[in-house]
């Protein structure tokens, strides 16, 4: 019972360090980056260097967030700008340089599995039972992202010219606020932390051309139910991500890879604004 609780709450941490770069992105831009799976794998490969040139493997965040956030800049000014009046088109072709990504990732590193040493091994006993200390971690790291993420938006003025775009860009910009400067920040921030996602879960999994997508529609459903909103993205993991690791846990892991968009599905049919106020 309390390793299905734990496993829970971790799944729940995991989702939500994935998902809260795609969130930020949709609140900012209103498009869905589907590039996100591809700058995930970046950022898995960003630990495997790391790892490989035997660095400590703790450096693997910064690295991905570097590596991540250089790349969201290129592709934000490059593809992404000239597509904001055209939000369709700017999916797709979010959704082809995902594709782009892992076919040069590809070449540079080839398509086999690969995997990353993990910064902390061994497990904690808590109540009586062993449970990876390494997903205990990712816990606070997932709450060390949502409260830096939060104090930015709350606590800064580029947070305060930021949710003013998010609220009403036009007003915004009559009052004086450069949107684009906001807009490429915002992306360059947020394909960091998809980045950084993606060093944090390759401990767990391996490293391959094609790790982010599978995480990819996941996270785009949990953002859909979320709005805009961190507080609600944060509810969504916990039901939804609790909900997966039951259903896989009790039923079928099948059936439970399946729950989330499942689930999201209905929400959304029953509630459009999701877990969001209003």
Not at 13 to 31: D, E, N, P, R, T
Not at 70 to 94: H, N
Not at 96 to 119: A, N
Request: charged share 10%.
């Amino acid at each position: 019972m309390i390793s299905q609780l734990l496993d829970i709450v971790t799944s729940a941490a995991i989702l939500y360090a994935i998902a809260v770069g795609l969130l930020l992105v949709f609140g900012v831009l209103k498009i869905i980056n589907f590039a996100h799976g591809g700058l995930m794998t970046l950022g898995g490969y960003a630990a495997l260097v790391t790892t490989q040139f035997g660095l400590n493997p703790w450096l693997a965040i910064p690295a991905a967030a570097l590596v991540g956030a250089v790349v969201g800049m290129v592709i934000e000014r490059v593809v992404v700008r000239p597509l904001y009046v055209r939000p369709l088109d700017a999916i797709l072709a979010t959704w082809g340089l995902g594709i782009i990504i892992g076919q040069l990732i590809t070449i540079g590193f080839g398509r086999g599995v690969q995997f990353v040493q993990s910064p902390l091994s061994g497990t904690l006993e808590i109540l009586g039972e062993g449970y990876s200390q390494y997903r205990l971690v990712l816990v606070l790291i997932a709450a060390a992202l949502g409260l830096a993420l939060s104090l930015l938006l709350h606590g800064t003025r580029l947070g305060l010219d930021t949710r003013a775009v998010i609220m009403n860009e036009d007003l915004a910009r009559g009052l004086g606020i450069n949107s684009t400067l906001v807009r490429f920040i915002t992306f360059a921030i947020g394909s960091g932390l998809a980045a950084v996602a993606g060093a944090l879960i390759t401990p767990l999994s391996s490293v391959d051309p094609n790790m982010g997508v599978p995480w990819l529609v996941n996270a785009f459903m949990l953002v859909l139910v979320s709005g805009a909103s961190l507080v609600s993205l944060l509810v969504a993991c916990l039901v939804l991500g609790g909900a997966q690791v039951l259903i896989s846990s009790l039923v079928s892991p099948v059936l439970g890879g399946i729950t989330i968009a499942v689930l999201a599905a209905i929400i959304l049919r029953v509630r459009p604004a999701g877990f969001a106020r209003g």
